[in-house]
């Protein structure tokens, strides 16, 4: 037998026995079957906090199967969670068994989690049919390789590898879903999105529908409540991770199972660090990108569609620094590697679409906008995350992704939707989270139309994703041409467009 085929039974054995009978794909069949034609075969790349939050949805999904898993970790519990225990829990919920790892405090994550927790769940609620194990992978480019029936692959990594994935993936013929955001450089976003074009595979970039409550609002804005509109204000409780303020300078082991060199990807060489990797990766500008391309992609993304807004002109950004002493001299540091504790950026849109000149404003860090008088609360705490929409004749604010949205006019305030829409408004807010019904990308995949969520739709919003972290970096305003991807007034920090690759990961 070929080295694969032993590997592959060696992680098959692994999973509860008798779950599953080797055989390729082709040949399968049996009561329950449903043809390939029919089922996607996807596989999962990314095998860390929220890759497992979101892998109950794929698990439960008829149409999907997942053949395999990729992730440069093997197996740990050093991932960083946002409630202690959190994905165990949920783990323990996939495999319906709750005593697993009870002697583990730590969070766990990598591929061969992974692939049990696939192989198991599918054992216990799939038990009927006849499928292979899922099989386990270090290296995307080595799945992509050897797993040629696969259909489409869901990419769960830290930004700095969405874009090298996710070309690959679709220079393969495959289908891509990408967590957000596309990339953290413009130029391999805006080379992601041509790639889709050229291509012709299905995409969806899945921050896609979570801010769609912004999209009614939007609507309602290009009705003329709120007259012409002249600001966007949208504010975010973001980071809920550290962003470190200097690079680190000891230097731990690599753990035992994690390659390093594949994490690091298309980043130049530097030592390993924890402080780089599992969920901290955001906050530093090789790896992550910032608390916009973590929440604002969500929130704003529907604004930019109803609206039909463009690229921005220009960004401008306000942000935190932070002072060390050297030889007893305070002073405040140059930092060019990691976002700062907290910014205000503000975006430059110019007319168009029946759209005069306006202005985005994105808050992070505790930066808040100064609310109107109307609405602003007694005690002066401006909820943690919202929007405020200005117009000339009015004011629209809104809480996290839109909600609770409130019109602000002639010193009243009034909710947005008339009163005949406010039952059904009400009932979808009290719906349960989590996926209802066909995944809105799905049929896309199976041959249908485009999901609205596909990659050329977020050309604009990962734009202004991107634009942001340039201003933050340039420390100045920066004036940009969208048709020549070029910052006009500002040479140096055109830099910041793109990545320094190491030898052998170039785009």
């Not at 420390?475 to 040479?491: E, H, P, Q, W």
Request: aromatic share 10%; hydrophobic share 35%; proline share 7%.
């Amino acid at each position: 037998m070929s080295s694969e085929t032993n590997r592959r039974q060696f992680l098959g054995a692994a999973a509860p026995a008798a779950a599953f009978t080797i055989l390729p794909r082709h040949v399968l069949g049996g009561q329950g079957y449903t043809a390939p034609s029919d089922k996607i075969t996807l596989a999962h790349i990314g095998m860390g906090t929220q890759g497992f939050n979101e892998l109950g949805a794929l698990l439960a999904e008829p149409d999907i199967q997942i053949v395999a898993v990729c992730d440069p970790n093997a197996d740990s519990e050093d991932y960083v969670e946002w409630s202690k225990g959190s994905i165990r829990s949920r783990i323990r919920q996939y495999l319906d068994d709750p005593n697993w790892r009870e002697s583990s405090s730590g969070c766990p994550g990598g591929r061969e989690v992974g692939r049990y927790v696939i192989d198991t769940y599918y054992a216990k609620q799939r038990g009927q049919e006849k499928f292979r194990a899922c099989a386990a992978y270090e290296d995307f480019r080595e799945l992509l390789e050897k797993e040629k029936d696969v259909d489409a692959v869901k990419i769960m990594t830290p930004d700095h590898l969405h874009a090298t994935i996710a070309i690959a993936a679709m220079k393969k013929g495959k289908h891509v879903l990408v967590h957000k955001p596309l990339a953290n450089r413009m130029y391999e976003a805006r080379l992601v999105i041509e790639t889709a074009r050229k291509t012709g595979v299905a995409t969806h970039l899945l921050a896609y529908g979570s801010g769609a409550e912004n999209g009614r609002i939007a609507a309602r804005i290009k009705e003329g409540v709120i007259g012409p509109l002249r600001e966007i204000h949208n504010w975010s409780n973001r980071p809920v991770w550290p962003q470190y303020t200097s690079i680190p300078s000891d230097r731990p082991p690599v753990p035992k199972g994690f390659n390093w060199d594949l994490w690091l990807g298309p980043c130049l060489d530097r030592p390993y660090h924890p402080h780089y990797t599992h969920t901290v990766f955001r906050g530093w500008y090789d790896f992550g990108g910032g608390s916009m391309a973590d929440m604002g992609i969500y929130s704003l993304w529907p604004v930019f569609t109803e609206l039909n807004l463009g690229s921005p002109v220009s960004a401008q950004a306000w942000a935190t620094h932070h002072c060390d002493i050297v030889d007893g001299v305070s002073r405040p540091v140059r930092n060019d590697w990691s976002y700062p504790a907290g910014c205000t950026i503000r975006f430059q849109f110019a007319a168009q679409g029946g759209l005069p000149e306006l202005e985005l404003f994105w808050y992070d860090g505790g930066m808040k906008p100064r609310l109107p008088a109307e609405v602003e609360p007694p005690d002066g705490q401006t909820p943690a995350e919202g929007i405020l929409f200005v117009g000339d004749r009015g004011k629209i604010i809104a809480g996290f992704n839109g909600q609770n949205p409130r019109l602000i006019a002639g010193g009243k305030v009034t909710s947005l939707w008339p009163e005949e829409q406010a039952a059904s408004q009400r009932g979808r807010q009290q719906q349960p989270a989590g996926r209802r019904g066909t995944p809105v990308w799905l049929p896309a995949l199976k041959g249908g139309p485009p999901s609205p969520g596909n990659f050329l739709n977020a050309a604009a919003i990962s734009d202004a994703v991107c634009l942001g972290t340039v201003a933050l970096r340039a420390g100045r305003k920066v004036l940009f041409d969208s048709a020549a991807m070029k910052i006009t007034n500002i040479a140096e920090a055109n830099k910041y467009l793109y990545r320094e690759y190491r030898p052998g990961w170039e785009l």
